[in-house]
């Protein structure tokens, strides 16, 4: 099995940064993605940054310039620097992973969730 653990969030004013971090541990045989979505109350969850094993990485048009991602294939964690925060960006931050376990047959995996919050 495959565990994700994340850690980060928190009650941060407007303007202000985070660093959210999810470790992913288990019998992982391949690791494929991993990324971060994001929850608002009464919204659908949305995708807020995809980063692959090789780096690239895929940004929600709502955070491009403001967020980053990244990636340490060597201790498979994924990381979000969130900076000059919006009240917006208020949400349950959800670290996704996509993990083989055994050849050939990666599968979604989900985070608990960590709570974001920005005050104006």
């Known amino acids: 099995q495959v565990q994700l653990v994340e850690s980060g969030g928190g009650l941060v004013q407007a303007g202000g940064s985070l660093r959210l971090s999810c470790a992913a541990s288990g019998s992982i045989f391949r690791l494929y993605t991993m990324g971060w979505y994001r929850q608002a109350p009464g919204k659908q969850r949305e995708l807020v940054a995809l980063i692959t094993n090789g780096g690239s990485t895929n940004y929600a048009n709502s955070v491009k310039g403001r967020f980053t991602g990244s990636m340490d294939t060597a201790k498979n964690t994924v990381y979000l620097q969130m900076s000059s925060l919006k009240p917006d960006d208020t949400a349950v931050y959800y670290c996704?992973?996509?993990?083989?376990?055994?050849?050939?047959?990666?599968?979604?995996?989900w985070g608990q969730g960590t709570q974001v919050t920005v005050s104006s």
């Open positions: 996704n992973a996509v993990i083989a376990t055994v050849p050939l047959t990666p599968r979604n995996y």
